[in-house]
Every structure is written in C-alpha cells, then in structure tokens.
C-alpha cells in the first residue's frame, strides 16, 4: 500500500476537469464519473486510488495523510489555512471571492467610509482578515446557504461569496463592490508523502505542469 497514490477529489465540476486532466498524463481515472456511490476506486495496474470527498474536506484528509494528493478550491485552503503543499494552479473552476451589498445600497455607497459592518459569508476567517487589513470592524455571521438571502431579510448589509457570471447576484438585485480573491482549483500535497513517496508524486507534478504550460501556450 506504500506505493499506491491516494488523491482526494470533490464531486462536481472540479472532479470531471481533474479527470480530463489526468488523462492527459496517462493517468485513467474515468471511473470516477460513473453514477455510482462508491467512495473510493482503485487502479491497481497504475498503483493509484482516488476518494471522492467533500471539498471542504480534502484539505483534511490530505493534511493526516488519509490521502497523498488532492484537488481543491483556493477558497477552502484560504479558509482553512492547513500545513500543505500547494505546488500547482491548475487554471480551472475559475471564480472569484467578493464583496457583494444591495443594489439600492451601493448607488451612495463608498467602501472607502467603511467602519463598522455587519457581513454574512460560508467564509469568516477570510472574511474577518480581509476587512481587518483595511482597519474596518466586521460582525460576521456565518451561513451555509444560499449566502444571497442575508441582505434580502435584514441579516446583514453585505456578504462575502463566490461568484462566476455573477447571475445570481443580479437576480437577487445585489452587486458586487470589492474584490478580495481570484478563485481556481489548487494541487495540494501531504509533506511527508512528499519525502516518502517523492518520486512519483515529483514525476505527476511535472506532468501536470507541462501540461498547464502547454495549455497557456496554446491560449496566448
């Protein structure tokens, strides 16, 4: 079992670009997109074994090396803040972390005159180290929903959240005012998986870097 690859995967989005990707470096991982509620899959031909996990969770298991390797958003590590090895951008899952308030509130808004606000968000510590940087007193309230909601009932001014087309905040009559983060999907490694079972992890992470620098040359 020592020489067996074990990495962490969201479903979703994340866990079919991963799939796509590993294909092109030979690794064959298609198993994982088959409609099954299997938790773990095994290729044993490639020494290689893949748990589907929440995503909140991979930064967890690859931490106490339950897993060598995973997949996440660089919003949950931001979040987190575990002792990992982050050594790739994998350039997908492209989204940003914002600031978002009513519509009607930001016609005469200014961040500039921010003081003391009250934010809802599935991310208080970044959240509370984002507006303490900028010297502005934040009561956070932590939600697990549909963050879009606080300021539509009177629970905060603002919220913190990801967005991608920015749709939804649209259709809620929010927008968004500030930027703290551009969001995309992040290798991470266990340290001492790393000095274990270095040269095959140093060999995946090549791969997948060539393979990301032939993707930018490509999109240039």
């Known amino acids: 079992m020592n020489d067996i690859i074990t990495i962490a995967i969201p479903k979703g989005r994340i866990l079919e670009e991963s799939v796509s990707l590993f294909s092109r470096i030979g ?15 095994e290729n044993s ?15 967890t298991y690859v931490e106490y090396g339950c897993a060598d390797m995973g997949i996440v958003g660089r919003d949950t590590l931001m979040e987190q803040e575990r002792d990992l090895y982050e050594p790739l951008d994998l ?13 009607n509130l930001a ?11 009250r934010v809802a968000t599935k991310y208080p510590r970044v ?28 629970l905060s001014e603002r919220i913190v959240d990801l967005v991608s087309t920015g749709e939804t905040l649209k259709q809620n009559g929010l927008v968004e005012v500030e930027t703290i983060s551009e969001i995309t999907a992040r290798l991470v490694v266990n340290r001492a998986s790393l000095k274990i079972k270095q040269k095959k992890i140093t060999e995946i992470i090549h791969d997948l870097e060539n393979i990301l620098q032939d993707n930018q040359k490509i999109n240039r």
């Open 127 to 154: 959240t509370e180290k984002w507006f303490a940087s900028r010297g502005i007193q934040v009561e956070v309230i932590k939600l697990y929903g549909s963050i879009e909601l606080a300021p539509l009932v009177g």
């Open 27 to 41: 690794i064959d991982c298609r198993e994982l997109l088959e409609d099954s509620r299997k938790l773990i899959f």
């Open 45 to 59: 031909e490639q020494k290689m074994r893949y748990m589907i996990v929440r995503a909140t969770d991979v930064p």
């Open 107 to 117: 016609g005469n808004d200014d961040p500039c005159l921010w003081s003391h606000i």
């Open 91 to 103: 350039k997908f899952g492209y989204c940003r972390m914002i600031v978002a308030e009513p519509a």
